[in-house]
């Protein structure tokens, strides 16, 4: 019997956008201020995943009221990051189109204290440190952790693409060198645990956005946005025969909003609402 499937289904889908960059670069702003009713649903499950995230400082306040906020407790990060990813949210609220999770760093940080307590994942006992009888024991994560956290991001990003609803994943930004006789040079990219995942991790979006501040006397809270690749920066989009290539880098206006409707109009015009 055959393992395979000829698969005669629509050739859309809801997109799958990553965005990145370094502290206090605009990207919960960014990946928060959509066009709500339009393509994205008029509402979106918010992962707030950083601390204080919850709290909606860093988000515009025209955009809060179009926010679900779920918060991860942290008692089992596996477990609360597959709920949510597999989680059927129109059950919370039909109106979510888009779920926007901040950040995925922070979770895979989660992943990796939680495996190295756990002990289970590392072929070497780890290091512990404190008195495991009060709040001051911790451990240090070993090799086996790394890799289980690693693969463990992957698992959950899987589950969140079957989900039939916009995904925008947001991270810090980190840069990793190739291994001694490993070919290829110096990349930049979104931030996990272990710098392997910088590599591979852009490939399962349509889309990676890279996040900027410009610190300038006039305008402190200037931010730049490049969709491409720059240097060592991963960047780029899927699309299908756009009315217009979008520009490398776009300075963002005080409301992000603008951004999204030329990703809409001109870039993807023919992918699928929600």
């Known amino acids: 019997m055959s393992k395979i499937e000829i698969y005669e289904g629509p050739t859309t ?14 990207k919960s702003r960014f990946a ?14 918010y992962v707030c995943a950083d601390s204080q995230s919850e709290n909606m400082r860093s988000i515009l306040p025209q955009y809060r009221d179009n926010l679900v906020r779920v918060r991860l407790p942290g008692t089992d990060p596996l477990e609360e990051a597959v709920e949510v990813a597999v989680k059927d949210w129109s059950k919370v609220d039909a109106e979510i189109g888009t779920i926007v999770w901040d950040t995925l760093t922070t979770t895979s940080k989660n992943l990796l204290r ?4 756990s002990g289970v994942f590392s072929s070497n006992h780890n290091v512990q440190l404190g008195t495991k009888a009060l709040k001051s024991w911790h451990t240090s994560p070993m090799e086996g952790d790394y890799g289980a956290a690693q693969n463990s991001i992957g698992f959950i990003l899987t589950h969140l693409f079957s989900q039939p609803l916009h995904v925008i994943v947001i991270f810090h930004a980190d ?4 291994k001694a006789g490993a070919g290829g040079g110096l990349v930049g990219g979104p931030e996990t645990v272990g710098r392997k995942a910088i590599r ?22 200037k931010f730049r946005i490049f969709t491409d690749t720059r240097g060592i920066w991963t960047g780029g989009y899927r699309t299908q025969e756009p009315k217009q290539k979008m520009p490398g880098s776009i ?24």
Not at 35 to 42: L, N, P, S, T, V
Not at 200 to 221: E, L
């Open 13 to 26: 889908s809801p997109e799958r956008i990553c965005i990145y960059g370094p502290p206090k670069s605009g």
């Open 32 to 45: 928060t201020a959509l066009e709500y009713g339009q393509r994205w649903g008029k509402k979106a499950a």
């Open 114 to 117: 939680h495996y190295a307590n």
């Open 175 to 178: 840069w990793a060198e190739p």
């Open 200 to 221: 591979w991790i852009p490939g399962m979006f349509d889309a990676v956005f890279r996040t900027h501040r410009i610190a300038t006397t006039d305008n402190p809270d």
């Open 251 to 274: 300075d963002l206006k005080p409301d992000p909003a603008h951004f999204w409707k030329t990703y809409r109009d001109e870039v993807t015009p023919d992918l699928t609402s929600t």
